[in-house]
Structures are given as C-alpha cells and as structure tokens.
C-alpha cells in the first residue's frame, strides 16, 4: 500500500521517469502496448458511435445534404408562420437568435422543444428499400426514399467493418442539432430524425416497437420482392413513435425592466470586453519580456485573473526574474515567477532531452563539438527543418551540424511516383486548346502547346510502367461555343478534337492512348463564350493498386 | 408500388455514372465523376403496365472502398455489368464480376451494357471480344451515355427482366 506521499512523489516524477526509460530501452513501450491494445479493443466493443464518427465523414457528405435540405425547408416553414407573430418575447428571442448567427424559426424550436421525433423510416435490411414512412404533422424528409438507401450503405458498411462485435452497429448519426437514431433488427431498421435532444425513452420506444414490427412483419420481410402495399399497415405500430417533449414556458418579465437590464448587460459587455482586450495585451507583453532577457528560456504558464504563473529555466549568470519585472508594467496582472536555475552547461544538460523533445527515434543521435550540436544518424528532412527552427536550440547551441546526418525525403519513392502522376496529371487536364470562331483552326500561337504536351504524356507512360498504372487513355474532348445549332455544334467540337488527335500522332504519340471526340456545346459552362472555343482533356487510368478494381 | 434495388458494377471509368445521370437527369457532362463510396439515385419506370421504383446503386471501384463491396450487392434485384467499348480489358473485369456475383450464389438478372457506342469510329472492341459472351447466353446492349442511345431502353431491358424473374 502506498501512502499520501509516496504517490505525491511518485506523481511529480512519473512523466520524466518514463522519458529517461525509454531513451535507455523501449521496455516502457513494451509494457504499455497490451494495455492499450486492451484499451482500443475496449473502445470499439462499448462504443461503436466514436469508429462511427471517424468513418462518417467518408460517406456522411451525401447523406447530410438531404437531410440539411429537408431541414432548411421546415425552417423556411416556421419562419413564415412566426414572422407575423411580434410578441415582445419573439422579439426578444429574434435577438437571441441573431446573436446565435441562427435562423429565427430554429432557434424557437430549440427554445421551445427538449425533442420532437419528426419522422420514422422503416427501411428493409436486406435491399435498403424504404417499406414506410410517418411524418409528425408539417414535416416532410426530402427525399426519405434515399436517405433510407443510404443509410443501409452507412450502416452495412459499419457493421462489415466491424464483423468481428454484432452488436457494434450504428446507434446514432448527428447532423447539425438533428439525429438520426438508428435501431436495427435481423430483417428491418427503425429510424427516428429528431429534433433536439432526444431522452432514453426514444430509443426504448424504438427498441420495442421494431420487436413488434418483426413479429407482425416477419414473413414479409423475409419474402419482400419490391411490393411495399402491405406495409402501409405498419402505421399504427409507428406512430408512438413520433414522441414529443416540450420544454416549461416561462412568462416574460415586464418589458421595462428587461429593457433596462439589456442597457445594463449590453454597457456591461463593452466594457468587460474593453478590460479582457486590455489584460490580453499586458500578459503578452510580460510573457515577451521574459522571453527574451538574455539566458531566459519559458517553460511554462497558466492564468486565472489575476493570477499569472510563469516558470522558467534561467542560466545562473542571468538577471534574476524579480529585477526584471520590477521594471515592468504588470498592469492588473499578479505575477509570479517560478525559476530554475539551469545548470552551468546548458549545451550537455539538453543534449539527452533533444530526441524526446522531437518525437526522434534511436535512428536519429546528438553530440556536442564545442558549442555546435553535431547530429548524426538518420531523420527526415521536415524533422531536419524542425531542429533548424527552434528558437531554445539556437540560443543554446553556436550552430546545429546536419553535414553527418543522412537527410531523406518524407515520402516514399512509391508516394512520390503517385504524386508526380498526380502533378503530371493536374498539368494536362489544364492545358486548353483555344479555336477560331466558328472553324477547326487554332488561335495561332495555340500549337505551341504541343511540345510540352507531348513530353508530359511521354513521363506519363514512363511513370505508369514503374507506379504501375495498368491502363490509361487520354480524352481529347472538343467544345464549341453556343452560337449555332446543336448538330453544327457537336461536328465543330469533332472536328476539333481530331485536329489535336491529328498532332499528337504526328509527334509520335500512340495512337491507342489517345481518344478524341465532340461534346459538342456545354450548356451549363462558366466559360466566356470565346473561351468556350476549345479542346480540353481527360486523363482516364486504372487505380494505383494493380487489380484493385476488380471485385 | 413495387421497389427494386439494381447495381452497375464495371471497370474504372466505363461510364457508370454517367449512364445513372443520363437516365436519371438526363445530362451528360464530359466530366469524371469520381463517386465516393457508394451513391443512389431512384427513377421510376413505367414496365409492363405499372410502376417500378428502382433503387440505383452506384460504386467507386477504389481500394479503401473495398469493404463496400459486399455489402454493395445485398439485396440487389439485378445488375448491369458496365464495359467500355474502347477498352477491350474492360470485358475482363466485368467477367470478373459476373463470377463473383455467382459465387455469392445469387443468380440474378443482369444486362451487359458496352457503352460509348457514339465513338463508333473509335470502338476497338473486336467482335470476337463479345461472341464468347452471346453463346453464354448475355445480353448485350450498346449505349452511349453520351448520345443517351439505348439508355432508357437499357433500364427498361433490365427492369423487364427483374419484373419477369418475380
Ligand atoms: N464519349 C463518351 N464518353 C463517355 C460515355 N460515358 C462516359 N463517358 C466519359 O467517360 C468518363 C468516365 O465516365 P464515368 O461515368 O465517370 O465512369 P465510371 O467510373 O464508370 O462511373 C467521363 O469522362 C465521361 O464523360 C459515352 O457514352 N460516350
Ligand atoms: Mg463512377
């Protein structure tokens, strides 16, 4: 058993008892990687949400914009059914929900609702197909048909993941102040949108009523061949679903006085903003000071009005931290300045600390030349720039010596071949042929863009043997401009395309890689018109993993 | 009225997306959409006198995706394998998928689309490339995403199909 003091001790020591083991041995690593092993392994199994979330934004883009549609519409409803409405409250609260940066409709629901179950989606498992929707009054999904389909695709995708824990499906999406609470059973899914924050009875109704679905419901979603009629009677099992709580109303105070608290809040704010702004400043000003007294070096602060903790590491011959903010102007702050005094030899005492400091493997190991700091070993070169930079090593040490130190790149030279292709790519789909009204003939000067052309495709090939890139094509696609019909259109862009085509065979490219054809005018194209003239191309290509892109 | 969940699987770049936007909004864009993970669209067609929704799934055939892929299929009703007419490899891959939709053993009705048939001067897809499939019994239509040639048809075909096997 330990006592008080001994953990107190043990607590103020740990951190650097750890540091100074691992530099020795990686015994500490050793030991800790089953703990926390059994740490993430314990994370999943009892919270599936937090993978959720990390996997989310993935796939969550085209779910969150039908829901974000479906919610800026109620919005919009609500805001025109309140507009009228100029109660000294709703005045009060268009404040409040102006100052939120929130549209007034919304921010009156949140004030107004703890939740509100707007709509419940029985979605089939196996296919994704939606069996039946129920809307509480006035609230319509966009379009729940898709968001029923995505949803499976989230949620198979979470559990094919995660196949080793059943039960780790998805719970709960949040979209913006809204949720998608996700029940799943063997053969359907209950989903509720909520508004709000939804208590622990949503869930549970959920829970049951999707049981009872199951035992109605059974044979027919084990035989569901598209036919969704029967469903319709799902409703009144639903329906209980779509649960509402609303939030205690209060009155509102007499106009006056509130009117008078707001002058006195908002002259209040001002100048409370005016202080903090003030105090701001002075605490930059001391930390600066400090800083920079010649042997200083800042390890540490904290602050709580008044108070300011600083803790610094000084070199003995310096001035002490009293003398120099003696001469200082503190203003409201209450300074106080915990010093240690750094050893006689700055230059040795940090030389062990360095790797940790840098996050550096034993690959990478420090010296001392005199006063230069000799590295030798390997690192790569953005951990090069970072020692470069750092303003505690260049006013301890004359100089850092990196001439023994094999420096390599950060990437790969696979990375590197992939982002090369990438430039090279990004280079030629940017590259435009622009045309002559109403003709196949080239701006003049336009053809000079070939060469270049040509030696790029040329590194493409070369790059695509080495990466590899199985198979690629360039797109040589034609445009013209609006004028003229939409037949003349599509045979100038043709005819464009095959010009380019014609000078790219011409400078010896094969001519299997190359396709060129017309699309005639683009009608939606934010192109001027002149520009609009042209030929612009494609870089089509397998994915970088050979065989990838079969099943 | 009735709902069915149908795939397109294919190559990269086949034209997938393109087909789903031409049935569904009918546009084309010269643009490669990379599809992210997995999209659906719907479209109701009007089969043998009554209505059909579909549900049209639509993959990227990108590595982080993989484990998509399983769960891509659950549940479909059909599929159409995906080829580009100028990329003869693209039959290899949509062979692929066809097998592997089989050893899931789901015997499914599918469509073989060659698609890009508007760059007709330009198909290097031999004849031979698709007999082999004709006597296994596929089959094939030639449309253009493009054009919108034998698009509605296609899904027409397809739904027809789904629509015969229930
Ligand atoms: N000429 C032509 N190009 C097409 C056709 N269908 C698709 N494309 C082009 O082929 C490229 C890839 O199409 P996309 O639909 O993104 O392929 P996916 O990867 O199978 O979804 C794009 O540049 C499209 O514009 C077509 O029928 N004709
Ligand atoms: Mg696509």
Redesign the pocket.
Known sequence: MLSQSDTERIATTISEAIIQRNLSDKSVAQALAPIIDDAIDNAIRHRPQRITRVIYPIIGPSIRKSVARALADMVQNLNQILESSLSIRSWGWRYQAWRAGMKYGEYVLLKTLDFRVEQVLLIHRETGILLHAENAAGFQVEDPELVSSMLTAVSDFISDSFSRHPDSSLDNIRVGDFILEIETGPSAILVAAIRGTPSKQVSQTLKTTLERLHLVFSREFDRFDGDRTIFASAADLMRPCLLIKHKEHTRPGIPWRALTMLAFFIGYGFWAGYLKVQNEIMYLHILDALQTSPGYVVVGESRNMPRLNIEVLRAPTSEPSREILNRLDTGNWDVAVTEHIAPLDMQEYLLPMIPSMFHLGRDTNFTRDGQALVVTGSLKETQRNNLEQNPLLKSVYSHIDFSSVEVYADQTPEEQQKNEWRQLKATIENIRFQFQPNTAELVSGEEQKIPALVANIESIRSLAEKIPVYHWQL?IVGHANSAGTDTANLRISEERAKLINELLITNHLDAELLLA?GAGNLPNSRLPEHQQRMVSL?L?HSPFIPGTEYP | MIAKKICLL?S???????LIRRYVESIF?????T?IGVKIDKKIVHCQGQDVQLMIWDIEGKDEFSVYRQSYLRGAAGYFL?VDGTRPESVEVAKEWHTLVNEQSLSLPFVLLV??S??FYEQRLKEENLAELTTMGWEIILT???TGDNVDKAFERLTTRLLEKS
């Open positions: 797109y054809w494609q089509i | 294919g990269f770049a086949v034209g997938k997306t393109s864009s010269e643009k490669y959409h599809t995906v698609n890009k508007d760059l253009s995403a493009k």
